[in-house]
T-cell receptor, first 116, second 117 residues
Framework: DTEVTQTPKHLVMGMTNKKSLKCEQH?????MYWYKQKAKKPPELMFV???????INESVPSRFSPECPNSSLLNLHLHALQPEDSALYLC???????????????FGSGTRLTVV | AQSVTQLGSHVSVSEGALVLLRCNYS??????LFWYVQYPNQGLQLLLK??????LVKGINGFEAEFKKSETSFHLTKPSAHMSDAAEYFC???????????????FGKGTLLTVNP
């Protein structure tokens, strides 16, 4: 299995809703990432998990809450989002953040989030 | 922080013509460099990577890139464009020598490739 699977593919939520995005990989990767991509822009890093521990938070607002329950799963919990948070949310994984990152990241196909 | 600059936000070529997408990096120490492609409404797919093993790197779908330290460049080329190559292309960098949590993949602004029949 060489894929990163993200669910749901599309999500529409109100500003008072609570929802979660899910990401799963079975490649044995020990680093997982959340990126946010606005239309016609490059992906921007939000969070990094290394060996199930949060290692980087790129000053993301607290209405985004990541969770890594085990080495294969990564969640992003959403609460009280704003319309400007509408974007494509991409999950990625890589072999090991502490080692040589020679194999790059494997990306999922993303969750298209619309906040209304 | 190390970064990459993609020259040209939009490149248009005719089917069968040479594709050249430009990427320059900003550091004295060569970083790890990657090219990703993103088709509409999809995630990112790795085309190829430079990790100091060879300066001419061959990737998927007929693409290749040459690392030139003297020019701090890592341009992406394909000899003959196909209609299916139309997509957004991102050059990306992971800095070397930083260690641990500094291994962050950072993207250039992207180049939209259109292929005309």
């Amino acid at each position: 299995d060489t894929e990163v699977t993200q669910t749901p593919k599309h999500l529409v939520m109100g500003m008072t809703n609570k929802k979660s995005l899910k990401c799963e990989q079975h490649m044995g990767h020990r680093a997982m990432y959340w990126y946010k991509q606005k239309a016609k822009k490059p992906p921007e890093l939000m969070f990094v998990y290394s060996y199930e521990k949060l290692s980087i938070n790129e000053s993301v607002p607290s209405r985004f809450s990541p969770e890594c329950p085990n080495s294969s799963l990564l969640n992003l919990h959403l609460h009280a989002l704003q319309p400007e948070d509408s974007a494509l949310y991409l999950c990625a994984s890589s072999q090991d953040q502490r080692g040589q990152p020679t194999k790059g990241y494997t990306f999922g196909s993303g969750t298209r989030l619309t906040v209304v | 922080a190390q970064s990459v600059t993609q020259l040209g936000s939009h490149v248009s070529v005719s089917e069968g013509a040479l594709v050249l997408l430009r990427c320059n990096y900003s550091s004295s120490v060569p970083p790890y460099l990657f090219w990703y492609v993103q088709y509409p409404n999809q995630g990112l797919q790795l085309l190829l990577k430079y990790t100091s093993a060879a300066t001419l790197v061959k990737g998927i779908n007929g693409f290749e890139a040459e690392f030139k330290k003297s020019e701090t460049s890592f341009h992406l080329t394909k000899p003959s464009a196909h209609m299916s190559d139309a997509a957004e292309y991102f050059c990306a960098v992971i800095p070397t020598g930083s260690g641990g949590s500094n291994y962050k993949l950072t993207f250039g602004k992207g180049t939209l490739l259109t292929v005309n029949p």
